[in-house]
Structure formats: C-alpha cells, structure tokens
C-alpha cells in the first residue's frame, strides 16, 4: 500500500483469492467442531422459531379456556 501523498509505502496488504478463504473456513470450522460447536444451515434458525411457536400456539389452544380465570377467582 502507498501513500497517496507521497507514493511511499506505508503498508503490505495479503493478497487471497476464492480458494484461501474456502480454506480458512474450513480450518476455523475444523477447530470450532474440536471445541464441541455444532453448525445448521442459514435459515435452519428461523425454521426452529417457527416450529417452536407453533408448538406453543398448539399447548395454548389445546388448555381449557376457564382454567386459568377460574384458579384466579379461588385465590
């Protein structure tokens, strides 16, 4: 790298293409999986909200209506 004030170099910048990066992923991921990490695809996590939701929604729907205003009244 060069100064655009005087030409002078003033850093180096690593040069790496397409395949550098596919390797540096993979090491880093290697090592994440050493430490006990586990990985799911993009947009498994927004998949996952939505089963749990509506797995919530479904036990929600599937309680009588009355049985939480009725505990209420006994107390």
């Known amino acids: 790298m060069t100064s655009p004030f005087d030409g002078s170099i ?19 991921a290697a090592a994440k999986r050493a430490e006990g990490w586990t990985f799911i695809g993009i947009g498994s996590d927004a998949t996952l909200l939505a089963a749990a939701l509506s797995a919530a929604l479904s036990e929600a729907r599937s309680e009588p209506q009355g049985s939480q205003d009725s505990q209420e009244a006994r107390s």
Do not use: N, R
């Not at 003033?10 to 880093?28: F, I, K, M, R, Y």
């Open 10 to 28: 003033v850093g180096t910048v690593a040069v790496a293409g397409p395949e550098d990066v596919e390797v540096a992923l993979a090491v880093a």
